[in-house]
RNA sequence: UCCUCGGUAGCUCAAUUGGCAGAGCGCGCGGCUGUUAACCGUGAUGUUCUAGGUUCGAGUCCUAGCCGAGGAGCCA
């Protein structure tokens, strides 16, 4: 029996017999002649089978493989340049081990909703494959950059007895008889980790029961959170675009088939490198007036329309810092400097895909926390481990959210979050 | 939660003023030694989302509901 080799080794085994384990893609019928299409989830390639080179058994065999049934062929690949890939197997043997039901999902276009209650199918296709390769690449990113710059990862909790900042709303499961709710954030745990160990990440999967209905959000999806003691507004602003700069260049680097696959232009990611622009909401609110929207208030919170004609007037992400202190999370720091802001910022991405990024400088302030607790109604027992990091060594502290969901999105220049994970939880959907 | 649009064959869609339920793809059968979403011939395929209503007659009009998509708000 030839030696069991992946697809995406084939160039390594030109000439050489070898054995393909894999499903059946599309088949080509040309009477005395078959092209079979195969893929074995490392890639995809041509298997030709000629009625003159094998036993009739095996010439009829092919014939019987509908789409997406599984088989095994034996054969010598070869370079060939008619073929998609620059190279085919020339089949010797092919063995099936399923032949496929009818497949529901066709090389003919497809709507949104068939493809989604079908998405356990869909993850066969090229382009999903693509999407979610560059996914896993991310996800490796962030961790390289995180482990080669000091940072450790400290877990965080899924399961949380209370709200993390009081503003959301919360997926409430039953814990023993008391609630307990999934996390929507690892940050406030990431403070007290910080304190322990100086810089520290937490990385999982978050939850939001807001039934929003967006391109832009999902229920469960994954954020990365850094946060480090000593830190400041300015470092957190300096981190985030090394760490930014480090995702979009590395998928550049080692992606690059991918992105071509889903047809992305790369000339706006090359763009993708420190410094971002910095500019604070107050400017921010002034580029607005001076481009389409001259009502906009001063202290109200920025909707998709006005990120993405910010983000507009840059070639790179870009930095909105200074927050009025309202809208913002009560532990954020006020700025000393003019308190109605605060030490926080969001990193908007360009090309239209909004908030990829938000975080900031942290209150250490007991005083101010406490007040900021009643006056946004918070359980205060809740908070009290909380609280004690002010108490047993307080310092400046900074830390970010960065949604990976958001990340692959636009590093791949998709136009909804939904193809960026491989089941994903939205308003209404849970199946599959 | 609000606004807008949609639901017809396995899929993508068409169906004139309310008047016989259609096409392409996929699938079955036949043909083809270089196909790239092949091509040529041929055949089968329907609870028109659900429940009521108007009408001689409803895919089409009315009422209610269900499901989906896009957007808003909220956020990463």
Request: charged share 25%; hydrophobic share 40%; glycine share 6%.
């Amino acid at each position: 029996m030839a030696d069991h080799v992946y697809i995406q080794d084939i160039a390594s085994h030109v000439g050489k017999e070898v054995a393909l384990k894999g499903w059946l893609a599309d088949r080509t019928d040309k009477g005395k002649l078959q092209f079979l299409k195969i893929r074995d989830g490392t890639g995809f390639i041509q298997a030709v089978v000629f009625q003159k080179d094998v036993a009739p058994e095996t010439f009829d065999a092919a014939r019987k493989l509908t789409q997406e049934s599984s088989l095994v062929v034996t054969g010598i690949p070869r370079a060939e340049a008619r073929a998609p890939g620059g190279f085919e197997l020339a089949v010797k043997d092919l063995r099936i081990v399923q032949i496929a039901d009818d497949y529901p999902i066709t090389p003919k276009e497809h709507g949104v909703e068939f493809l989604m209650a079908n998405r356990h199918l869909w993850l066969r296709s090229p382009r999903q494959h693509a999407i979610l390769r560059i996914r896993a690449r991310i996800v490796k990113a962030i961790r390289d950059w995180f482990d080669d710059n000091g940072f450790l990862l400290v877990d965080t909790p899924i399961l949380t007895p209370s709200a993390c900042e009081g503003t959301t709303t919360l997926f409430a499961t039953d814990y023993f008889g008391v609630p307990a709710y999934l996390a929507q954030s690892g940050q406030l745990y990431n403070e007290a980790n910080a304190a322990a160990f100086g810089k520290v990440y937490c990385f999982g999967p978050t939850f939001r029961a807001e039934k929003s209905k967006t391109r832009r959000h999902l229920t469960e999806f994954w954020m990365v959170e850094p946060e480090w003691a000593y830190g400041t507004l300015d470092d957190y602003m300096r981190v985030g675009e090394e760490f930014v700069s480090y995702i979009a260049q590395t998928i550049l680097k080692e992606r690059a088939p991918e992105l071509k696959a889903i047809e992305r232009d790369v000339s706006k990611l090359r763009n993708v490198a420190p410094p971002f622009p910095k500019i604070s909401y107050t400017d921010a609110v002034e580029i607005l007036h001076q481009h389409g929207f001259p009502e906009f208030q001063w202290g109200e919170d920025f909707g998709a329309p006005h990120e993405t004609t910010i983000s507009e007037q840059f070639d790179k992400p870009v930095f909105v810092h200074r927050y009025p202190t309202e809208m913002k999370a009560f532990y954020m720091a006020p700025d000393p400097n003019d308190p109605k802001v605060c030490l926080g910022a969001d990193l908007l991405a360009p090309e239209g895909y909004g908030e990829i990024i938000g975080g900031g400088e942290r209150s250490a302030d007991l005083a101010h926390l406490e007040r900021q607790i009643a006056k946004h109604n918070l359980p205060r027992e809740a908070y009290e481990w909380y609280l004690d990091l002010r108490k047993y060594g307080a310092v400046p502290h900074c830390g970010f959210g960065l949604g990976v969901e958001r990340t692959v999105a636009w590093i791949c220049k998709l136009d909804h979050v939904r193809e960026t994970v491989p089941y994903p939880r939205m308003l209404e959907r849970i199946y599959p």
